[in-house]
């Protein structure tokens, strides 16, 4: 009648090699045998690059930076010591370092547990209450490299941001001589009048300006405050219109930061943002 019985399962696919086959049992054995040696490879590769890298940022001698810093509520106390201690700088939120040369950072937090992060120049470490901790860092490029608090810290966690400013080994002296200067005197009678409103307004009980009679370690040292790029944690920039609301409304800029509101007229603001803008 023309019908066809219908082909047993299987009959149309190509015939299958079995595993006892010894010829495709040898390629099995050869793919795998290079898929793993090339695996190695690549492994052992990381390895030695990796304990390259960090043998060259472990290695400690005399051209090695120190700087320390200190996580606090929410900021980045940044410090150059010196040996006397007169030459030693005090910043805020940002560290400067030359190109290519080994940074050590000397970690440490202040009241909470935060967490130091530059992707583009180093990985994450936690900062501990009343635990020391260091890390070795290079830039081998100028530029502005962006890093945060990356442990969750309170109500401004997200606003708790820094930057290192790498630069020519030689701009980097001279920014370091000119941050060890003293602040400037005042020039003119506008900034003369600022700083005694900084005086008596209360902002020496929390800031230092070296080279007067404000002292204060609760907040930032503010001695060069004109030549940094951001204020309040780099939440703005260092601009005169974000420092008078930073200065009249803290809460504006950064809810539940610890600076209080100062109110004060607009003949105490306009001299005293006159004063701390000609802190360079």
Avoid at 178 to 206: I, K, N, S, Y
Wanted: proline letters at 9%; hydrophobic letters at 40%; a neutral charge.
């Amino acid at each position: 009648d023309g019908a066809h019985e219908p082909a047993p399962p299987g009959a149309l696919l190509p015939p299958v090699q079995r595993a006892s086959d010894p010829a495709l049992h040898r390629r099995l054995v050869v793919g795998v045998a290079a898929a793993l040696g090339a695996t190695l490879l690549v492994l052992l590769g990381f390895l030695g690059s990796s304990i390259a890298t960090g043998r060259a940022l472990a290695s400690f001698g005399p051209d090695e930076l120190v700087v320390e810093v200190t996580g606090l509520q929410w900021w980045w106390r940044v410090t150059y010591p010196s040996e006397p201690a007169s030459g030693t700088v005090e910043t805020a939120n940002e560290i400067h370092v030359p190109v290519g040369r080994v940074v050590r950072l000397d970690l440490s937090a202040g009241d909470v547990i935060h967490s130091f992060w530059v992707p583009r120049l180093h990985g994450k470490r936690d900062l501990i209450p009343g635990r020391a901790t260091q890390i070795r860092l290079r830039a081998d490029a100028p530029g502005v490299y962006e890093g945060q608090c990356a442990e969750f810290c309170g109500h401004q966690h997200a606003n708790m941001n820094l930057v290192v400013v790498a630069e020519p080994p030689a701009e980097f002296e001279r920014w370091l001589a000119a941050q060890r200067a003293l602040a400037q005197a005042p020039a003119t009678p506008d900034e003369q009048r600022g700083q005694q409103v900084f005086a008596t307004r209360g902002c020496l009980l929390c800031h230092a300006i070296r080279g007067t009679d404000a002292n204060g370690r609760t907040g930032p040292d503010l001695t060069h405050l004109a030549s940094r790029r951001g204020i309040a944690a780099n939440a703005r920039p260092n601009a005169t219109g974000h420092l008078a609301a930073w200065i009249l409304d803290p809460q504006g800029t950064k809810p539940g930061a610890r600076m209080p509101a100062i109110p004060m007229t607009g003949d105490e603001l306009q001299p005293l943002l006159a004063y701390l803008r000609s802190l360079r």
